[in-house]
């Protein structure tokens, strides 16, 4: 199963992350299919790769609860009620 997810680097205290579709059965730092952006949690700076991003969910793409809220304050997901 294919998941878009974060993968963690960065320094010791200053996480950053990148949104990346891999497979459900690799590490969270393991081998990744594609990288689709970036968020850094200090500074609230995120760059995404729509295109992309758009065609892994309209393929079956599951997403994991941290991504899909990122996507929400996008736009790239619609809010639920």
Avoid: C, W
Wanted: proline share 5%; glycine share 6%.
């Amino acid at each position: 199963m294919l998941k878009l997810r974060f993968k963690k680097y960065g320094r010791k205290g200053q996480p950053s992350y990148r949104i990346v579709a891999m497979d459900s059965r690799t590490k969270r730092d393991g081998r990744t299919i594609e990288q689709l952006g970036y968020y850094d949690p200090l500074t609230k700076k995120t760059h995404l790769k729509i295109t992309p991003i758009k065609k892994y969910l309209a393929n079956g793409a599951q997403i994991t609860d941290s991504v899909k809220n990122l996507f929400v304050k996008a736009n790239i997901l619609p809010k639920k009620v």
